[in-house]
């Protein structure tokens, strides 16, 4: 399995309260990912990063926000947790990218569960 | 338009039956389609992928590209209650594109 790590893996929270789901990899890749499952919607990509500092929106950014101080860290903020960021979020990474013409294999964390009452 | 649609199912089959998957695409210029599997409660992983068009088989799963509808399937044959899972399709060109996922559950 590769070395990815997401913390924490369940959190309840109330409406209003930041929160800070963060990504870790033992991989070295280059490019890291969040995305949202729901039902009905399948993945979502809400950010992702081609390196360290250098991060760029999906397609469901609003609400969210990251950062990546290290080629192993990514973490994903929200500033003010909302009912609708109920989710499992899951981190991904790979090491090609998924902006170039390529099988765009991604390894998977195993997700973290949020619940906003 | 999304640009990749899936059958959102949930399927449920008798073991030893084929289960067919499907997915439609919206942008001919799509080159690779892929099908993750997500187990319960675990991250997908990569399943197999296909360039253009035909087939590709792998063991028990064959996953197959028609780019005149643009419909991409995936069949399982004697499939197995360890083959229950999410399995999602999804198309890359710049840009990965996931399908919502169908739900399979191969009873014993």
């Known amino acids: 399995d590769a070395g990815i790590t997401q913390s924490p893996r369940h959190k309840v929270t109330e409406t209003g309260t930041p929160v800070t789901l963060r990504c870790h990899q033992t991989?070295?890749?280059?490019?890291m990912y969040w995305y949202r499952q729901d039902p009905g919607h399948g993945l979502r990509l809400i950010h992702y990063s081609y390196g360290v500092k250098d991060t760029d929106k999906g397609e469901v950014s609003d609400g969210y926000s990251v950062s990546r101080s290290k080629t192993e860290d990514f973490l994903l903020t929200l500033e003010s947790a909302t009912s609708s960021q109920t989710s499992v979020y899951f981190c991904?990474?790979?090491?090609?990218?998924?902006?170039?013409?390529?099988?765009?294999?991604?390894?998977f964390g195993e997700g973290s569960r949020l619940t906003v009452l | 338009q999304k640009e990749v649609e899936q059958d959102p199912g949930p399927l449920s089959v008798p073991e030893g039956a084929i289960v067919s998957l499907n997915c439609t695409y919206s942008n001919s210029a799509f080159q690779y389609f892929m099908w993750y599997r997500q187990y319960s409660r675990k991250g997908p992983e990569l399943l197999m992928y296909?360039?253009?068009?035909g087939n590709k088989e792998d063991g028990r799963f064959t996953a197959q590209v028609d780019k005149s509808s643009k419909y991409i399937s995936l069949f399982i044959r004697d499939s197995q209650p360890s083959d229950s899972a999410t399995y999602l399709c999804a198309v890359n060109d710049y840009k990965l594109s996931f399908g919502a996922g169908t739900t399979v559950t191969v009873r014993a």
């Open positions: 296909t360039y253009s068009s």
């Open positions: 991989e070295n890749h280059r490019y």
């Open positions: 991904a990474i790979s090491d090609r990218g998924d902006r170039v013409r390529n099988t765009g294999e991604l390894f």
